[in-house]
Nanobody, 126 residues
């Protein structure tokens, strides 16, 4: 049974940093693109960042470009999201997801993803 387990969320002041991790099990990790999505209270879930299976290509929402960095370590079946210069509007539950799609243009859309983690809460105080 495939499992994606996120960690690293928490409470941080505006301007601070957090690093999220997502460990995958029972998955041929390197053939899956990985994505991070977030959902704030009362809002739709939105794409944050994506990375190809090899790690050679990355994709970001405009709202996080230049502040967040997605990376992966295929030897550890882990994808990371380094979040810097955090803002109160970054407050949300962050979830990782795995996609078997080969088409990068689909990585922005949640229905592309086959497997999802439970999420980790990130709260940024002003």
């Amino acid at each position: 049974q495939v499992q994606l387990v996120e960690s690293g969320g928490g409470l941080v002041q505006a301007g601070g940093s957090l690093r999220l991790s997502c460990v995958a099990s029972e998955l041929t990790f390197s053939i899956y693109a990985m994505g991070w999505f977030r959902q704030a209270p009362g809002k739709e879930r939105e794409f944050v960042a994506g990375i190809s299976g090899s790690g050679g290509s990355t994709y970001y929402a405009d709202s996080v470009k230049g502040r967040f960095t997605i990376s992966r370590d295929n030897a550890k079946n882990t994808v990371y999201l380094q979040m810097n210069s955090l803002k109160p509007e970054d407050t949300a539950v962050y979830s990782c997801a795995a996609s078997s799609s080969r088409y990068s243009r689909t990585y922005y859309y949640e229905n592309t993803y086959n497997y999802w983690g439970q999420g980790t809460q990130v709260t940024v105080s002003s």
